[in-house]
């Protein structure tokens, strides 16, 4: 069991992964928030609420690059667990709907 759980962690982790490297989070710079407009290093986006503004900004490449990082250390700490620690769980926990969730995770 802990293995599927481990597995199904490595996949969302590397779509992460994948996903943050085409939105240029390799060397753009970091996206910031300036009021109703996001700053996305390359393009100025406006429009949003200030809040919304935020929370996008929050999501940078770059920084959603270095936590996924962070992640995989958490992981690579209890791969060899016999059975799924809390650690696990609660790193699998933002997932459950996903559609390849292990069932007994």
Request: hydrophobic fraction near 35%.
């Amino acid at each position: 069991m802990n293995e599927d759980l481990v597995r199904f962690l490595k996949a969302r982790l590397d779509e992460e992964a994948d996903l943050a490297r085409r939105c240029d989070g390799d060397g753009c710079g970091e996206w910031s928030a300036h009021g109703h407009t996001v700053d996305f290093c390359q393009v100025d986006l406006s429009g949003f609420h200030p809040t919304i503004a935020l929370h996008v900004a929050l999501h940078d490449p770059a920084r959603v690059l270095r936590e996924i990082e962070a992640k995989r250390r958490i992981l690579a700490r209890h791969v060899r667990d016999p059975s799924p620690s809390d650690d696990l769980r609660d790193l699998a926990s933002p997932y459950t709907g996903h559609p390849d969730f292990p069932a007994r995770a």
